[in-house]
């Protein structure tokens, strides 16, 4: 455990490209020390949504669609257990050992913002567009570049995008709550986890590989959804 979650602060300290690594024993300790981290914080953070909202600080949030109430349980568990963990992590994972989807991440994802913030239906398409030609731009300059410079600034700027990536991840799972905002505080409550998960889960893509923290998400889901099964 202890060997585990030493690597894995370390690394936070200082989130760099990792060799990938093939030894199956610190493989499998990770994964489930990891599982274990995520759970932890994950009930954390739950007991102290449950406090503040029974003391009337905060207001009571629920999703928009109960996958385990409409689809039961058996539809969940695909849906959580593999669908998501397969396109989240190779949405909000895969590019982190890539030189160029990088830059189409970060581009995509501040085109999300932006039309979050302008909500304009007529200029929806036009930020879109203007940041995909953006993405295009920087990916020509950086092909251009010097290739000790590119190393350089790739090396110096990974921990920042590795952190925007589980910011992101965070952020987006705010869509599965209804009427929840960006306006109301509470909504840090709900990324927090979600963004706790996304280090652990990019932790393990960049030491091990996309298929290992597609698997952590998996089982992470897994047993969510049994635990909120058997507690309901």
Not at 76 to 91: F, G, M, T, Y
Request: aromatic residues 20%.
């Amino acid at each position: 455990m202890i060997e585990t979650l030493s690597a894995f602060w370390d690394f936070l300290k200082k989130p760099k490209l990792l060799k990938l690594s093939k030894d199956n024993k610190s493989l499998w300790r990770d994964l489930v020390w990891l599982i274990i981290l995520d759970l932890l914080f994950a009930g954390i953070i739950m007991g102290i949504y449950y406090t503040l909202l029974h003391f009337e600080i905060i207001d009571e949030y629920v999703e928009k669609f109960d996958i385990l109430k409409k689809l039961g349980l058996t539809v969940a568990l695909i849906i959580a257990c593999i669908l998501a963990p397969l396109l989240e992590e190779s949405l909000f994972r895969w590019h982190l050992r890539s030189k160029y989807l990088l830059i189409y991440f970060v581009c995509f994802t501040l085109a999300l913002i932006a039309d979050y913030f302008i909500n304009n239906p007529f200029l929806k398409w036009p930020i879109y567009t203007f940041f995909f030609f953006i993405s295009l731009i920087i990916r020509g300059y950086f092909k251009r570049m010097d290739i000790r410079k590119k190393v350089v600034f790739q090396r110096q700027s990974f921990g920042y995008l590795f952190y925007y990536s589980a910011t992101i991840f965070g952020l987006i799972h705010l869509t599965n709550i209804k009427d929840l905002t960006l306006s109301d505080p509470v909504f840090i409550i709900f990324v927090i986890s979600q963004f706790f998960s996304g280090l652990s889960m990019g932790y393990m893509r960049i030491k091990y590989g996309l298929i290992y923290s597609i698997l952590l998400h998996s089982i992470f889901n897994f047993i969510m959804i049994l635990l909120e099964f058997f507690f309901s």
